[in-house]
């Protein structure tokens, strides 16, 4: 089992950048694929990136692709989020998951455990 605490969400004007810190409990961190995502009122969740347990493949949802990367340090047991150019559309609570394969998944059913969420506000 594996616990998720998510920081580093805050209010930022739009163009800024923020860093997602999420941080994972337990010694098999190295055996989980990680993903980002999001939720904004009123909306589904949805896939923002994802990476393998290796931290050697990663993806991204389109509407993100060139604006964030994904990263780990499994030594560290975390995983974080860059954000960058951040726009107001991107305003939302941000979630960490974890999930029992080796590679990440854009579905969030596939994912076995989740964190609290931070929230992002991004204003124009």
């Known amino acids: 089992q594996v616990q998720l605490v998510e920081s580093g969400g805050g209010l930022v004007q739009a163009g800024g950048s923020l860093r997602l810190s999420c941080a994972a409990s337990g010694r098999t961190f190295g055996s989980y694929s990680m993903g980002w995502f999001r939720q904004a009122p009123g909306k589904e969740r949805q896939f923002v990136a994802g990476i393998s347990r290796s931290g050697g493949t990663t993806n991204y949802a389109d509407s993100v692709k060139g604006r964030f990367t994904i990263s780990r340090d499994n030594a560290g047991n975390a995983v974080y989020l860059q954000m960058n150019v951040l726009k107001p559309e991107d305003t939302a609570v941000y979630y960490c998951?974890?999930?029992?394969?080796?590679?990440?998944?854009?579905?969030?059913?596939?994912?076995?455990?989740w964190g609290q969420g931070t929230q992002v506000t991004v204003s124009s």
């Open positions: 998951a974890a999930r029992q394969n080796w590679i990440a998944s854009i579905s969030s059913r596939m994912y076995d455990y």
